[in-house]
């Protein structure tokens, strides 16, 4: 049986008094308890993040990409990692612009790997921002997962670090379920054959 997957938790907002760090929190700790990753947190709000790109583009650059020294660690760890857990707000029916700079700064981090999504917000529960980003990551090679959980109603629907209706960690197990089989089924296609992007 091979090792556990490596997952990438991102947190997409960036805000001053932001919520994202709960929910990913919450999030990351059902990914350790499923017991199928070595999960790691990675927060936008770490790193150097401009809006400005190079001239060139990260599809065609690969490892010769211009990046800031400030975005290094941020590269390195979507590198490793085997799938993403996306924890993305809704701003305006969308998903934030820390997210899409992170993802347009990066190519083959995200190609023939999968992205499972926790998104929050008022009452639509981030569900446009998912939309946008499943868009979006399709055009990246990424896989997005079918099943994932949106919080709506937050300021009232979270209590103590954790939501409050009882069913959310079997939802986060029947998708973090579909996470790690498509975590294990690309990573040994990966390691099969080099994706053809
Ligand atoms: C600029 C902005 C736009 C927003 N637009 C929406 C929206 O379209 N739909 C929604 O449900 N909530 C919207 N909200 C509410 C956010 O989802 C809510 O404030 C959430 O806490 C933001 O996540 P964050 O605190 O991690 O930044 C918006 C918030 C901001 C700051």
Redesign the pocket.
């Known amino acids: 049986m091979k090792s556990a997957h490596n997952l990438a938790v991102i947190v997409g907002?960036v805000?001053e008094?932001?919520?994202?760090p709960t929910v990913a929190s919450w999030a990351a700790e059902q990914a350790a308890a499923h017991g199928g990753f070595e999960v790691h947190t990675v927060d936008l709000a770490d790193y150097d993040l401009p809006l400005a790109l190079p001239d060139a583009s990260p599809k065609h650059a690969g490892d010769d990409y211009p990046r800031p020294a400030g975005m290094a660690p941020l590269t390195a760890a979507l590198t490793r990692a085997d799938a993403f857990l996306v924890v993305t707000?809704?701003?305006?029916?969308s998903y934030?612009a820390s997210l899409k700079a992170a993802v347009d700064w990066h190519f083959t981090q995200w190609a023939a790997k999968p992205v499972a999504f926790v998104s929050?917000?008022?009452?639509?529960g981030?569900r446009?921002a998912v939309l946008h980003l499943e868009n979006v990551l399709s055009e990246l090679h990424a896989v997005t997962i079918r099943d994932g959980l949106a919080f709506p109603l937050?300021y009232t629907e979270w209590r103590d670090g954790s939501p409050v209706d009882p069913d959310a960690p079997g939802y986060a197990k029947t998708m973090l379920d579909q996470l790690a089989w498509w975590a294990g089924a690309l990573r040994t296609a990966r390691e099969a054959i080099p994706y053809p992007a």
């Open positions: 907002s805000r008094n932001r919520f994202g707000p809704e701003y305006n029916h934030p929050y917000g008022g009452a639509a981030g446009h937050l």
